[in-house]
């Protein structure tokens, strides 16, 4: 398989390590390796020393390209060490100093958002967090709700 033919081997060599110090937990994608404040760093050979680079930055950058001078990217799971790139969007600083702040840790009915229970979602106003617990809650009621309704009514009009 491949990926980009411009890749060269060092950014192989990135991308083993990489795939080395990564592990599945729920929609997240954990970084396992070094870390540093809570984020996944990535150490690289570029040839002449060894750097390290933030790890969901690699990982989103292997995904879409450069981050936009100015943006930062924001974990959308709040899972610092997460390094899944659909859990991240390109942000400016104040916009994400502005949703740490706002953050909020459990959905409406008082489910917690943490790794398991969040399920990231793309919409066409952008990234959102939904809670799996009251999805299910949803779904189950949305069932129950068609079939016995019906029923019911039948029940009434006999
Ligand atoms: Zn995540
Ligand atoms: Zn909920």
């Known amino acids: 398989m491949r990926v980009r033919h411009k890749q060269s081997g060092l950014a192989k060599t990135a991308?083993?390590?990489?795939?080395?110090?990564?592990?599945?937990?729920?929609?997240?994608?954990?970084?396992?390796g070094v870390t540093s404040r809570g984020y996944g760093r990535l150490q690289l050979n570029n040839g002449k020393r060894v750097v390290s680079q933030a790890a969901h930055r690699f990982a989103w950058e292997q995904q879409?390209?450069?981050v936009a001078e100015g943006f930062e990217l924001d974990h959308l799971c709040r899972n610092t060490i997460c390094v899944n790139p659909d859990h991240l969007e390109p942000v400016t600083h104040l916009e994400n100093v502005r949703r740490g702040a706002l953050f909020v840790t459990?959905?409406?009915?008082?489910?917690?958002y943490d790794s398991k229970n969040t399920c990231v979602v793309k919409t066409a106003t952008g990234t959102q967090r939904r809670c799996r617990a009251c999805r299910r809650e949803s779904m189950r009621k949305r069932r129950s709700h068609h079939k016995p309704a019906f029923?019911?009514?039948k029940r009434k009009e006999s």
């Open 15 to 32: 991308r083993q390590r990489f795939d080395d110090n990564i592990a599945y937990a729920g929609d997240c994608i954990v970084w396992t």
């Open 106 to 112: 459990h959905c409406p009915k008082g489910h917690a």
């Open 151 to 153: 029923i019911v009514e």
């Open 64 to 66: 879409n390209g450069p």
